[in-house]
């Protein structure tokens, strides 16, 4: 008799919350879905990701171009920003929050960011297996969940063992870019990729400089008005060897 499978292996690092949505949100999923959503096949949970799907930037994307992935892209200002103004680029927007990803489509639809695709997904999951290996020119997490209670630290997304999983997604010499508004949770990152072998930091001192492609969104000036510092990093994947 097979063993019965686990759930999961780790704690995810998030939190399922579909809500309400607007008529308008219900009618994203609707029309746009198909354009911008991925039909990703599904393993042991809905925001699981089967371990042999496999994205194919090619065939998604009509081309081949320059693939940034936002894990963690809430209502979608950043990556829809980014994807509207860089069209020779692609994006993909990680998100298990339906009202975010049903508002990323409805923004992305007026922006006409044809260059951005969109999947319902565990974001290690879509980093350890949906990706090909080495496909990303570029990984951000924005202000992700700091789960800030002591307690909850360790459904934190970037801890000890986090490098591994995002350097695999990463081609030699592409960039992971992070934010957050958390103090320990920034010491944190930064204490995990620096011990990191496979990434190198791209900045002096102890924080990167802002990141220019980052724009400013509500949920980071809420952050400011708490009187939050806002910190960011950015390192390199080293070259394989």
């Given at each position: 008799m097979p063993e019965p499978r686990t759930f999961r292996d780790e704690p995810v690092s998030f939190v399922r919350r579909s809500g309400r949505m607007s008529d308008a949100q219900e009618r994203a999923f609707a029309e746009l879905a198909p354009r911008y959503l991925l039909d990703v096949p599904r393993d042991v949970a809905w925001t699981s990701v089967h371990p042999d799907a496999r994205l194919d930037p090619l065939a998604e994307y009509g081309r081949r171009?320059?693939?940034?992935?936002?894990?963690?892209?809430?209502?979608?200002h950043a990556i829809v920003a980014a994807a509207s103004s860089r069209p020779h680029d692609d994006f993909l927007a990680v998100e298990v929050f339906r009202a975010g990803l049903a508002r990323t489509m409805l923004d992305a639809e007026r922006a006409g960011a044809r260059n951005l695709r969109l999947v319902e997904a565990n974001a290690p999951e879509v980093l350890a297996s949906f990706l090909p290996e080495a496909a990303a020119a570029e990984v951000w997490i924005f202000f992700p969940d700091p789960w800030h209670k002591k307690r909850h630290t360790k459904r934190r997304l970037v801890r000890e063992g986090f490098g591994t999983t995002a350097a695999r997604a990463l081609r030699d010499g592409g960039v992971l870019r992070l934010a957050t508004d958390w103090e320990d949770y920034a010491l944190q990152m930064r204490d995990v990729l620096d011990a990191d072998p496979l990434f190198e930091r791209t900045f002096d001192g102890e924080w990167a400089e802002r990141f220019d492609g980052r724009v400013m969104t509500a949920f980071e000036r809420k952050g400011i008005a708490k009187g939050r510092d806002i910190r960011d990093l950015a390192y390199r994947r080293v070259a394989r060897t």
């Amino acid at each position: 008799m097979p063993e019965p499978r686990t759930f999961r292996d780790e704690p995810v690092s998030f939190v399922r919350r579909s809500g309400r949505m607007s008529d308008a949100q219900e009618r994203a999923f609707a029309e746009l879905a198909p354009r911008y959503l991925l039909d990703v096949p599904r393993d042991v949970a809905w925001t699981s990701v089967h371990p042999d799907a496999r994205l194919d930037p090619l065939a998604e994307y009509g081309r081949r171009a320059d693939l940034i992935v936002e894990i963690g892209s809430g209502q979608g200002h950043a990556i829809v920003a980014a994807a509207s103004s860089r069209p020779h680029d692609d994006f993909l927007a990680v998100e298990v929050f339906r009202a975010g990803l049903a508002r990323t489509m409805l923004d992305a639809e007026r922006a006409g960011a044809r260059n951005l695709r969109l999947v319902e997904a565990n974001a290690p999951e879509v980093l350890a297996s949906f990706l090909p290996e080495a496909a990303a020119a570029e990984v951000w997490i924005f202000f992700p969940d700091p789960w800030h209670k002591k307690r909850h630290t360790k459904r934190r997304l970037v801890r000890e063992g986090f490098g591994t999983t995002a350097a695999r997604a990463l081609r030699d010499g592409g960039v992971l870019r992070l934010a957050t508004d958390w103090e320990d949770y920034a010491l944190q990152m930064r204490d995990v990729l620096d011990a990191d072998p496979l990434f190198e930091r791209t900045f002096d001192g102890e924080w990167a400089e802002r990141f220019d492609g980052r724009v400013m969104t509500a949920f980071e000036r809420k952050g400011i008005a708490k009187g939050r510092d806002i910190r960011d990093l950015a390192y390199r994947r080293v070259a394989r060897t």
